[in-house]
């Protein structure tokens, strides 16, 4: 994930909530009975209070009768617009989407599962108002199933705050707000839309954690169980990596392929003493293999390092390209098209 400069939400949040152009942007995977009830709930907490309001959902390659509600909501409500994955590509590149088609000054996200109350998005504008760059819902009162759902995420949380040294109670919550810039500039993949708030504090991105309401689901299933822990902790070394090593990817494989190629010279220094000096022989020892080893290892090690580093520069230099593909939109004319970060 990538963010291409620093930007301050004072610069783009006017003095009153009527001023305000407002998207909201919500994953949609296998939610047909939800996103009707989800859209009035929207409809009843912000309408009227914004300027101007869009509800962009993203279609993430559902198999039931999502699209067809989505179709629905956009006939009856112009304000409703539709991203349609050809495919399932995940929540990270659903969100991407939706930030790439957005054109309001304030961006909120939430879950298509009616668990995020819009209830509180107001609440949420509000702190962005406050010059806020991203604000992050917290469900202190979170009505999931203790063992596979809060166990893992309480110690999630508290892994992902002690690594990337951000400290937040809830990496997990959707619901959160963002200036426009702070989406225009950013590339999400994988798992890492709930890893935004760590990536942006390394160029001072203002951020603050506010409780939100959460709710039981009442239709359909959860998307989410024990089996993407594995993804998670994978995309959590990669942000360890972006956070700490990603402008100087040499010096830590530099600094791996120069302990081991030290260790193998210390070790070969030993093996040498041993024949030339002791007068015996070292052919059959194990440690002449492993003395080897780490000299070729370290010196692949750095060869790594060079190639990241290289790579670290193509990948600064701009390369742009989505994680999604698009069967087709709804409700986006060409200024919209053409507003795409």
């Avoid at 969100?95 to 009616?114: E, N, R």
């Avoid at 992050?136 to 990337?164: A, E, M, V, Y």
């Amino acid at each position: 994930m990538v963010l291409k400069y620093c930007v301050s939400g004072e610069n783009v949040i006017q003095n009153h909530m009527d001023e305000i152009t407002l998207s909201i942007v919500i994953p949609v995977y296998n939610e047909e009975e939800n996103v009707g009830l989800l859209y009035d709930e929207l409809v009843s907490a912000l309408d009227g209070k914004y300027r101007d309001l869009e509800i962009i959902f993203v279609n993430d390659g559902s198999h039931d009768r999502s699209l067809e509600k989505l179709n629905e909501l956009h006939q009856k409500d112009k304000q409703v617009k539709v991203i349609n994955f050809r495919k399932n590509f995940g929540q990270s590149a659903a969100i991407s989407a939706g930030f790439d088609y957005c054109s309001g000054d304030v961006v909120v996200t939430l879950d298509a599962d009616l668990q995020n109350d819009p209830a509180d998005i107001p609440m949420i504008v509000g702190k962005v108002r406050e010059g806020y760059d991203i604000v992050n819902g917290w469900r202190r009162d979170r009505k999931d199933k203790f063992f596979t759902r809060k166990i893992p995420s309480f110690f999630g949380n508290k892994l992902i705050s002690f690594i990337t040294k951000v400290k937040l109670h809830d990496y997990g919550c959707t619901l959160r707000g963002f200036t426009r810039e702070v989406v225009k500039n950013l590339t999400l993949y994988g798992e890492m839309h709930r890893y935004i708030p760590a990536i942006a504090s390394r160029i001072g991105i203002k951020s603050v954690e506010v409780p939100v309401n959460h709710r039981e689901r009442k239709y359909g299933s959860s998307k989410y169980g024990l089996g993407r822990t594995f993804r998670v902790v994978v995309d959590l070394i990669s942000i360890k990596y972006l956070l700490s090593f990603s402008h100087r990817p040499l010096q830590i494989f530099g600094g791996v392929g120069i302990l081991m190629m030290s260790l193998g010279f210390i070790s070969g220094l030993y093996l040498t003493f041993v024949k030339f000096f002791m007068q015996e022989g070292i052919a059959g020892r194990p440690l002449l293999i492993f003395t080897v080893l780490l000299i070729f290892l370290g010196f692949q090690s750095i060869t790594l390092g060079l190639i990241a580093e290289m790579l670290s520069r193509i990948y600064h230099e701009g390369l742009n390209k989505n994680v999604y593909s698009i069967r087709n939109t709804i409700g986006f004319n060409d200024e919209n098209l053409d507003d795409r970060a």
